[in-house]
């Protein structure tokens, strides 16, 4: 190896002693401290992700890395005792998974590294200013899927389709913003929109209840509010035979007919990738916020039938299988 002089923060260091400071700064214990607004399996998996990531990279619990989560169930007061609690606990990297998770860790501290996860809309919740390196303690990897993919489903499996009804939380940012620009991009292409507000968990069905008779499918976006009590949802798509579409594979599995969404797995890991370039010393305003492009096509066959639909061979041929 050539004798190349590199600079490793500020000290200047050989090329030859390289792999040594690394070696160092993974041997030091860091504290990975992740956050998430509501337990379900989406994002469960990104937690898991970035652990599987970090563990990959030489970090492991009860050696080099303390590792603590938390979940805030729910309650956006909650979530913010817990960013409090982390920054008390002076932690190397918060990872909010979730857009209010993220927004509770970005009030309380702007000099702790944040690397939120599974956010829609960055920008519209306020986290960064743009999709260009922050230049502040924040960056993340966001789980926006473009609305395009989903109406392009959408009319495939339903060409007749004119009346979507969408169950969101419009106190959630993230939420709020994928609303307004489904609804931009819904006009041109001939159909009309339905909202159907749900603030908290406990809201989530009677939302559901008040689409049917009124809309030709029912579409979830990621929403943590209804993501949260799914199963009510799918509830009522299977007994009024009301198509039910999601944006999340987790829906999937939990009774949609089928939906467009992204491997939240995969999210964690490339989101545990951004922890660990800051835990070897980058700084998170110098890394644009990320998305990802692995998106799925996904169909849960038994629901399809309860719900009195057929996917079309060409798509189920290309689709992810899911089962209850």
Do not use: C
Not at 61 to 73: D, E, T, V, Y
Not at 156 to 182: C, H, M, Q, Y
Not at 225 to 251: N, Q, W
Request: no cysteine; aromatic share 6%; net charge positive.
């Amino acid at each position: 190896m050539p004798n190349t002089t590199v600079i490793w923060g500020r000290v200047a260091v050989t090329g030859l002693i390289l792999g040594a400071v690394i070696s160092s700064a993974i041997a030091q214990e860091r504290s990975v401290a992740v956050t998430a607004i509501v337990d379900h399996p989406a994002l469960d998996a990104v937690r898991d992700g970035v652990l599987a990531e970090l563990k990959a990279n030489g970090y492991e619990i009860g050696k080099n890395l303390k590792w603590q989560g938390q979940s805030a169930q729910g309650n956006t007061g909650t979530a913010a005792q817990i960013a409090r609690k982390y920054v008390g606990d002076n932690v190397s990297v918060i990872v909010p998974i979730s857009t209010p998770s993220a927004q509770a860790a970005a009030i309380v501290t702007k000099t702790i590294p944040i690397v939120y996860s599974a956010v829609g809309d960055p920008v519209a919740a306020g986290l960064v200013k743009s999709w260009q390196a922050s230049g502040t303690n924040v960056t993340g990897v966001s789980d926006s899927v473009p609305i395009s993919w989903h109406l392009d489903v959408i009319r495939k499996v339903l060409p007749t389709a004119k009346r979507i009804g969408v169950i969101f939380n419009p106190g959630e940012a993230n939420s709020a913003a994928f609303v307004d620009s489904l609804k931009n991009r819904m006009s041109s292409r001939g159909y009309t929109l339905v909202e159907a507000p749900a603030l908290h968990s406990a809201d989530v069905s009677t939302a559901a209840k008040s689409l049917v008779g009124k809309v030709d499918l029912i579409f979830a976006p990621t929403d943590n509010t209804v993501a949260s009590a799914f199963l009510s949802v799918a509830r009522v798509a299977d007994e009024a035979k009301l198509p039910l579409f999601a944006a999340d594979h987790g829906m999937v599995r939990q009774g949609a007919a089928f939906g467009v969404g992204l491997n939240y797995a995969e999210i964690g890991r490339q989101t545990g990738k951004i922890v660990v370039r800051i835990l070897r010393g980058e700084a998170p305003g110098s890394i644009p916020p990320q998305t990802s492009a692995a998106f799925e096509f996904y169909v849960n066959a038994d629901a399809a039938k309860a719900q009195g639909i057929t996917i079309p061979r060409a798509l189920r041929e290309t689709a992810t299988q899911v089962s209850k």
